[in-house]
């Protein structure tokens, strides 16, 4: 019955002040693979290399859009960095 699927789903649902953003980002790659997502290996190497690093510890009831923000420029700058040609 669904009322039955409903609570077995809910008994298996962490408290929200336990989910991570990291949490969820791994969610997001399970999905991928299970649906097939050609964009998979660009999708993990963004959440691995730009999202994990900033945001993957913070609880996910507390991320606000100045938190966003500020994560996107220091994704932004390292992304840079990164793409820099180095001195000759």
């Known amino acids: 019955m669904a009322g039955e699927d409903s609570q077995i789903r809910h008994r298996r649902t962490a408290p929200p002040e336990q989910v991570t953003v990291g949490t969820l980002l791994d969610l997001v790659i399970e999905d991928y693979k299970q649906n097939g997502q050609k964009t998979l290996k660009h999708a993990k190497g963004q ?3 730009s999202l994990l690093p900033f945001f993957g510890e913070m609880p996910a009831g507390e991320v606000d859009s100045d938190q966003i923000e500020s994560g996107s ?11 820099a040609t180095p001195p000759s």
Request: glycine fraction near 8%.
């Open 73 to 83: 420029s220091g994704v932004r700058a390292v992304d840079s960095a990164s793409q």
């Open 47 to 49: 959440i691995e290399h």
